[in-house]
């Protein structure tokens, strides 16, 4: 079976543009969350979707938002991009909600903001 | 707010040794987890105990709990070159999100 796919791989913005992330998770999870990591630091939530509505929210700006589609695939969009944004952003799916079950991450996609 | 911290921060030793790593928490939790990171890649789940369990193993890994220290430990036995790598407990304060600490660098000498 297929893990976690994520995409693009690589991205460079520029600061005040949008960017979407996406993730597909594994085949049968209906569970997506989003971490954002910084270097040298953990992983920070962003976001639970399951069952394609919204589980939790972590402390970051309305400049961040998310949603699951039918097919549990998500995506993660930030608007006005900041210098603080550069980060790898983690995309994991799991089988059922969030913190409960362990957790499969993608690769992650590295993100650049200049 | 941080609720995992793990210690130390870094931790060098030689192939063949065993490493330790440490994993406090702040509040109540239904399980705690254990990661590793490869050079900035996606984390591998690699233990998941629950709060009800003490010990766990899995191959050369073996984690406890102490539930009443708010506590974890990652013992890692007979280190190998492919073991370096970045160490994260993560808990659920509740079901909707899942709170990684800082880390543990481990680097593994020839």
């Known amino acids: 079976d297929a893990g976690v796919t994520q995409s693009p791989t690589h991205l460079i913005k520029t600061r005040g543009q949008h960017v979407t992330l996406r993730c597909s998770p594994i085949?049968?999870?209906?569970?997506v969350s989003w971490y954002q990591q910084v270097l040298g630091q953990g992983p920070q939530f962003i976001f639970q979707?399951?069952?394609?509505?919204?589980?939790g929210r972590g402390n970051f700006p309305d400049r961040f938002s998310a949603r699951q589609f039918p097919n549990y695939s998500s995506e993660l969009n930030v608007n006005a991009l900041l210098l603080g944004d550069s980060a790898l952003y983690l995309c994991?799916?799991?089988?059922?909600?969030?913190?409960?079950?362990?957790?499969?991450f993608g690769p992650g996609t590295r993100l650049t903001v200049t | 707010s941080q609720q995992g911290e793990e210690d130390p921060q870094a931790l060098s030793i030689q192939e063949g040794e065993n490493a330790t790593m440490n994993c406090s928490y702040k509040?109540?939790?239904?399980?705690l987890q254990w990661y590793r990171q490869n050079s900035g890649r996606g984390l591998v789940h690699l233990i998941l105990?629950?709060?009800?369990?003490r010990e766990k193993h899995s191959g050369r890994l073996r984690v406890t709990l102490d539930t009443s220290k708010k506590s974890s430990s990652l013992l890692i036995t007979a280190s190998r070159a492919a073991d370096t790598a970045s160490y994260f407990c993560?808990?659920?304060?509740?079901?909707?999100?899942?709170?990684f600490g800082q880390g543990t660098r481990l680097t593994i000498n020839p």
């Open positions: 994991a799916s799991s089988l059922g909600q969030g913190a409960y079950y362990e957790q499969y």
């Open positions: 085949s049968g999870h209906k569970s």
């Open positions: 979707y399951y069952e394609k509505e919204e589980r």
């Open positions: 509040t109540s939790i239904n399980n």
């Open positions: 105990i629950r709060s009800n369990e």
């Open positions: 993560a808990t659920g304060p509740g079901a909707q999100k899942l709170v």
